[in-house]
């Protein structure tokens, strides 16, 4: 079942998303090098808690923290540590999600630590480029993979852009989310536009790209979590929630 809105309840998930917003925008003027992930984590959950929000990823499915911080070649779940601490040269993805007043929301950036590489900084600008084709591929009455193929269709155009090839993740992508934070429907990052449910006014989801600098295989950490390309390739992840509007999407978590 796709859970569908009323406008009042969308107003919520934007409150929502604010929050993520401010916890993301917190996180981030802190990253630098000699800081851990812990340290971020702790900051996130702070903002999130003195906006009397609670984090959605904090105790989800056994999850230990507020964000997931994943460095390098992990691509999403990492899990933030005191033993992570980041160094010039990383490249860093924040995922963070809040509850309020029982609605989600749920966003993700990734930034370098200290001054980015051309490649790093490539790969990046091309996932959040993905990302925003994807929230402007959002319309009443359009099908759930018009967004799924405009995201290829940009990640497509990057690599003609920038010389190179990126890895589009499979096994990840986007999902609803309302009342809790995964729900139907999934969002595949590729694949033929036209297919899958209608899109409708009120439906919410996020929207969230993960590309590599390398091949597209995944691996699952021990730690049931952090999933790491298996080449060893460096990822991006960017996430926005984005609700359904009789005039086209509203980013519920841009700032």
């Not at 809105?5 to 981030?28: C, D, F, H, I, S």
Request: aromatic letters at 4%; proline letters at 6%.
């Amino acid at each position: 079942m796709i859970e569908l809105k009323a406008p009042a309840e969308l107003e919520a998930m934007r409150a929502a998303g604010l929050v993520v917003a401010a916890a993301l925008k917190n996180v981030t003027e802190a990253v630098r090098p000699g800081v851990s992930t812990a340290e971020l984590d702790e900051i996130a959950e702070q903002t999130i808690r003195d906006a009397g929000a609670v984090p959605s990823f904090k105790g989800y499915h056994g999850f230990p923290a507020s964000i997931c911080a994943s460095v390098n070649e992990q691509i999403v779940h990492g899990i933030p540590s005191t033993d992570q601490v980041l160094v010039d040269g990383d490249l860093l993805s924040i995922d963070c999600g809040a509850i309020l007043d029982g609605w989600h929301g749920d966003s993700a950036v990734t930034l370098p630590v200290g001054p980015a590489n051309p490649a790093d900084q490539a790969l990046s600008d091309a996932t959040r480029t993905a990302m925003l084709a994807g929230i402007e591929a959002v319309r009443p009455d359009g099908r759930l993979t018009d967004v799924s193929h405009a995201i290829e269709n940009a990640v497509h155009d990057a690599e003609r852009a920038d010389g190179r090839r990126y890895g589009i993740i499979r096994e990840y992508g986007g999902h609803g989310i309302g009342r809790a934070m995964h729900m139907e429907p999934f969002l595949p990052n590729y694949g033929k536009p036209g297919k899958g449910p209608k899109l409708r006014v009120g439906m919410a989801i996020a929207i969230e790209p993960m590309l590599t600098l390398g091949g597209e295989r995944t691996e699952e950490l021990s730690d049931g979590w952090t999933v790491i390309t298996v080449d060893g390739s460096r990822a991006a992840h960017w996430e926005h929630t984005v609700a359904i509007t009789e005039d086209g999407p509203w980013v519920l978590t841009a700032p």
